[in-house]
């Protein structure tokens, strides 16, 4: 019998760069049988975001601008969870 635990990273954006490149590693190895996985940048989907998908992993972006809090972008990664 399978379970999935759903299991979801929000990460800032998805440049190249330290914490998104070992999420990346993360999801490479994560077992999918054991974990439903999705990603929300909160900015775009940046260099790692299409490597991401290729895994088979859903990417959300929310195009939220840096240093602002925009209510409709906050209602939709609430949604999203």
Do not use: W
Not at 63 to 68: F, I, S
């Amino acid at each position: 019998m399978e379970s999935s635990v759903k299991l979801v990273h929000v990460i800032t954006g998805l440049p190249y760069g330290g914490a998104e490149s070992m999420l990346l590693n993360l999801l490479k190895y994560a077992d999918r049988k054991q974990y439903s996985i999705s990603v929300i940048s909160l900015t775009t989907k940046g260099v790692l975001g299409p490597q991401i998908e290729s895994l088979g992993i859903q990417v959300y972006c929310l195009d939220m601008a840096r240093g602002r809090l925009q209510m409709s972008k906050f209602i939709k990664l609430i949604l999203i969870l």
